[in-house]
């Protein structure tokens, strides 16, 4: 669990400063175009990397820098409205009836969801006809002793 911790701390961390260059250098393109557009003397910051924005500026998209920057926050909510989520739920092999049930139940709770039979697939496979049929999510409920315990997303 520590190492879990760790390992999203320090992802946290580079996804930010990656934001943060990113943030920079967009700021510095900005500058030298408000410079060029403008007439102005191009400010003494920038004189040095210049020639290597202005060629970096050329195959920018007019668009992205009129967006908002994008920030780790935004991450699950990037295709929000433009796709609607497609969800499978299975079950382990040989389910029991109250694990039939309960999927049956769960299925129902997620809009868009639609339940599947498992049968001896493993799991690449499932993973596999999930891709192939673009699903977003699969949903995998395994019992112990008849209960519902896990639920593998």
């Known amino acids: 669990m520590l190492r879990r911790q760790a390992r999203l701390r320090r992802e946290y961390l580079y996804r930010k400063s990656l934001e943060d260059k990113e943030r920079s250098i967009l700021e510095r393109k900005r500058k030298l175009r408000d410079a060029l557009e403008g007439g102005r003397v191009i400010p003494t910051e920038l004189q040095k990397d210049a020639l290597e924005l202005r060629k970096a500026m050329k195959y920018d998209d007019d668009e992205r820098e009129d967006l908002a920057a994008a920030t780790h926050m935004d991450d699950e909510y990037v295709w929000a409205g433009v796709e609607d989520p497609k969800i499978v739920v ?15 139940e769960l299925r129902l709770i997620f809009p868009n969801a639609q339940r599947l039979n498992r049968g001896n697939y493993v799991m690449s496979q499932l993973v596999q006809a999930c891709v192939a049929n673009d699903v977003t999510d699969l949903i995998i409920i395994h019992e112990h002793r008849g209960d519902p315990g896990i639920l593998i997303m």
């Open 90 to 104: 299975t079950t382990s092999h040989d389910p029991s009836s109250r694990l039939k049930q309960f999927a049956k």
